[in-house]
């Protein structure tokens, strides 16, 4: 057998897994395994370091499967090369509940997969992360122990989602040269010919942005080769043009959007089998080809061994260092950094916006978690979001901590995840928090994935002033509350903020979000507890003075009004608790007790945001009072703006006694 | 004085108004109107048709400041042209509560704002749909009624931002030669030089998507005058690389990030009015300059008549047609239509997916209402957006109603917002309502601006099946509902989706969310009933047999599971109602009578719906019972999974006679 032979035999046992696997279940996409099979085999093996018996393995080379929807492409090539998590069982249970084989790849199913792709554009925009991150703990950690590339398969619709161009622009302008895309260019996208939708010049495109790029025939395993050897030693990250059929070897379907979504038919599949003389029944990969992918899985052990053998002789200090960032834990005096921080904030007791307090809680945590990586979406000096240990990193420069991600709060976010799910760092990002809205798709991966991305997010409400209602947010917290595994944080002060940050650090594997003010707030909590007691989700700030007639709950800015309502109320002889709320999902997450009786008994219940009411029944039931938003901002000062909503003091007090009046 | 002098003079015009309000107002963005005052003179004296007395003319020329941060810019060049709507006194109120003159350009305020936008990149991918707009309502009125250019002002961040490619690639590829952006190339972003974050060679990325693009001195008026020209008469979309100086004339800031978004103060103010010799006080235009302007105001004022000339003597149909069509209001039969068509549903009683029933809607509306255009993110074929009645529009025959949007749910969304601002087209998209989150910012932004953008989402829920929790929807109904003045209809049938339809056309200030599922369900409304039900938001479908002891509230797919749910109840001994809720945000408008009389007094409520509980609350209280989501979905089939889940009548049978035997 010619060595083009066994390739060809390898490619093929991709394309008849996948076909098999999609008719078997009825659903999924067999038209990309069967088109990008001859890059795959080429990748994995010839190029792709990795060990499929040791998949942790940090410094093996990531494969990122952009178009998500190929699944079959990766489980294939998982079953193939050994991964465990991926047997032939799972194979022939695509798609079904339980299974690892999920419809589109998801982190956390089986090794293997790096990150959770389906949605378009996402993996593109990942692998930014991961080739940075890449890069970061190259120059933290040296060539011995970092030193691996990011190869990512994107399709036609990730390159159309403007996701894509800010993940480019950001690659080009840091010159990450060890990420090596494969464009799989097709010409089919779902409602047919590419040309129905777009005309772009890609090639030109991406060189637009600093990248190599050129156009390779994607089922030529020579050219495909060659242009792989070009792009790892490119100065500049590489986009490779693969020029490939939809489907190719289904007799009628191939090249055709037919091939993209949906099961062949058993008449298509015989066919192709006819075509690669492929005698073997479904699911049946010959011995001697099934070898050879299995051989090709091992293909890095010697290379993992040889890295095992440099970490074992690197300096002890600098191996734990590595082991423990690698493994997501926090350093041994995380806690007590943080507890001492909320010794001087009761002392100083600031009065500051909690972007500033946020800050300041990040000063003193950059300094005693060297895995930070900050950023902004080009709102740095409003975000807060650099503290003196971060520097501009930069295409000269990786071993810094700080990125000017440029107006691009998407691409962000999906970086954000890269250098999450690269392992050893932290990171977190800062935008507007009405501009969430941007980077939405990616935080709800975040969130999905259950990973520790951490999203700040300023300017939280009216108190914005002037911006107006395009900048103010207001149905934004009960959005972000909506997504699953997603802790909204919005502290009410310097010491909330400190204990929020606390948490989000903590939580490996939920994403956290800060909703933090533009505008300056006292501190409420002036008593220093030890405890976080931001940890419960929401706890009473201030007692009534009797048996409560009042409870009020509040977040953020709002527990300063409050504070202020409950003080007018006693003093009007109406007993009045106040709630802060820092958190929604985490008070779900305490004991029924507990949240019994933070929720308390107190005949009238009265909740402030300055946002919408929706999620805040849970707290104050339908018939509480809500002091809040109903419809969009306006453009004014802070001054204008409170009052023109009705989010004050006085409205809510005047709310409470016509209820207590029995109005 | 020369007429460059004049020029001069005019554009310092609007650069010491621009700093004066902001100097004021103590808020706002000084550098862009003071960099891009050129451009800005150029074109609204030499170049953009208008008539400033009559600023509503549908076949004026449209300028779209997609920079929205610089709204002096505008709001200075709507005063000194005359538009009645900014007085003097509104640049001296600027971002101040009430004032038209917002932090942010807002649609609706001001006649001469044609869009709103802050939110980057917002207003250049609304500039494809106003483009786009222009060209079929010039198929269809021919070139005496519609002949005009869309003119886009965009800065750094807008090119970005990755809306932008989405849009840029759209109009390249639609050839919408009428368009003429101008960047304003000024080198700086918020964080300090764009080179922090970006080298893209932005020139080259246009050209790529089928733009003409070249580099101009975007401070010669000659240059940008040249420019302009050429782009008229140019065969493709046209980019103008203005390099500008931020903050032109400011002693020590301009070219730096402080003239971006802060006011000057006094002293930088006092050294550039001695930079441009302008010797006037703050608001002050000197009288010969103010008629200038004024005088540009009027120069459309010849072909806006000649304009009316010609619709006053075109044929009355197509006169009154155009007439019909830019009010806005649909045609004289259309409920006739609708109330037909459901009479025909009544009978034929379709087991269809509401995606499909859609469809059979807009077959029949596309038929009636000759504006709707219709289109997809490259789902066609999924979210059923396409009629007998809509062929492709492509770059050769704007004459048709069908886009092809490609992967492009953001610049779909922004460009739906463009056709329907350009006036006389209602039109609507289709993605995955998972994508919505793609979509978001440009549907928060026609939420704001109330306007009948309408979005199709189909695949709502984990209903889709084995495309995974990367493509169920669960938190997107609360998330959509959670955005102001916007409408979200989940159709339980054939017959409550013709009525949301109906709905979605009628509602000209605010857009809706179609939410549609990809599986098959039963008629529910099996009587015909002229009125259309689905306007009260909520409505009683099934009567209990006696005092009702449960109400089931239920919406889209799940009500076939409130009614077998009833069934059961019923045989039991339960009286039980059911309540379909194709719209809350309908049912929050109707009288505190109907609603209460809708939720009723049954001692057991209970809510189905297969997404998450937020929002439902206030209809079951927050002891109801929710069968739904509380975490993402799954991949599997929609037989696996609604079981999976909990979501079944036997679930909710079971869940209700727990309460009633007092468990």
Redesign the interface.
Known sequence: MTSREQHDRMANAIRFLSMDAVEK?Q??HPGLPMGCADIATVLFTRFLKYDAKNPHWPDRDRFILSA?HGSMLLYSLLYLTGYEDITLDQIKHF?????RT???P?YGHAAGIET?????GQGLANSVGFALGERIMNAAFGNDLVDHYTYVLAG???L???????AI??A??LKLNKLIVFWDNNNI????P?S???????V??F????WNASHIDGQDPEAIAYAIEAARHSDKPTMIACKTTIGFGAPTKAGTNKAHGSPLGAAEIAGARKFFSWDYPPFEVPADILDAWRDAGKTGVKARADWEGRLAKADAQLRSEFERRISGTLPANFDAVITDYKKKLAADKPKVATRKSSEMALEIINGAVPETIGG?A?????NNTKTSQTK?ITSDDYGQRYV?????E??MAAALNGLTLHGGLIAYGGTFM??S??A??SM??A??MGIRSIFVMTHDSIGL???????QP??HL??L?????HNVFRPADAVETAECWQLALEQEKTPSTLALTRQNLPTVRNDFVAENLSRQGAYQLAAASGDAAVTIFASGSEVEIALAAREALEKHGHPTRVVSVPCFELFDKQSADYRKKTIGNAPIKIAIEAG?R??W??FI??DGIFIGM???G????IE??YP?FGITAEATVKAAEARLHGE
């Open positions: 279940a659903s999924g998500g798609r079904q509940v339980g299974s999920a419809g589109h998801e959770t792709t389906g949605p378009l036609d619709g990730c159309m989602e403007g996701v894509s161009q800010e622009a950001l080009g302008h996208s779902i409602d047919g590419v129905l939708a777009d005309n772009t010049d890609q030109a495109r060189q637009a942005s600093g902004s080009d709102l740095t000096g409003s501009n000017h991600y440029g107006v691009r998407h691409g009405c501009f809205d941007y939405r798709p709800r991966l969130s999905l002033g002037e911006d107006g209602p395009t900048h207001v149905e009960a959005a509350r909506a997504i699953p595994n919408i929706q999620g029944d849970h039931g339908t109903t419809g969009f306006a453009s004014g000062t204008q703006l023109h």
